[in-house]
């Protein structure tokens, strides 16, 4: 926030009255496994009711159905693509925290929990719980 203090006065107050939960990943909760704050499902569905709201209820909502399915067996044939059970995207992550983890050294403690050291930082992980102390894994679901 000092940062931002010396970039932008008026950004920093304006943060600085807003609840760190909206807007700070490490305040919000890591149930939902999702590494980003926006959801596109919501964008992609608000454009096909822009294609279908003219038109009467039950033709709209016939409309939006044949589209949901539509998109839902075009993923179902995309899944079919994949090499393995992860999908493209997740798994282009992992082989970047793969390639980024060449300069970890892990000290195990027991019980599958490990002390990594990275350059000049350490974290806990515990592997039984997918639990990490940077706290990346709790809330992507993906390990760090």
């Not at 939006?64 to 090499?83: A, D, F, P």
Request: aromatic share 8%.
């Amino acid at each position: 926030m000092d940062r931002m203090l010396v970039l932008s006065k008026e950004a920093h107050d304006w943060l600085e009255e807003l609840d760190p939960k909206t807007w700070v990943r490490a305040f919000q909760k890591d149930f939902p496994k999702c590494d980003v704050l926006l959801n596109n499902n919501c964008e992609v569905f608000n454009r096909y009711i822009l294609d279908a709201r003219e038109l009467p209820i039950l033709t709209m909502i016939q409309r939006i159905k044949g589209q949901m399915m539509g998109r839902h067996y075009g993923k179902q044939l995309e899944v079919l693509k994949w090499n393995g059970t992860i999908c493209p995207k997740v798994r282009k992550r992992l082989q970047r925290h793969i390639d980024a983890a060449a300069t970890c050294h892990a000290d195990p403690t027991g019980l599958g929990i490990f002390e990594v050291q990275d350059k000049n930082r350490q974290f806990s992980v515990d592997i039984s719980l997918s639990k990490c102390t940077c706290r990346r894994w709790d809330l992507t679901g993906i390990p760090c």
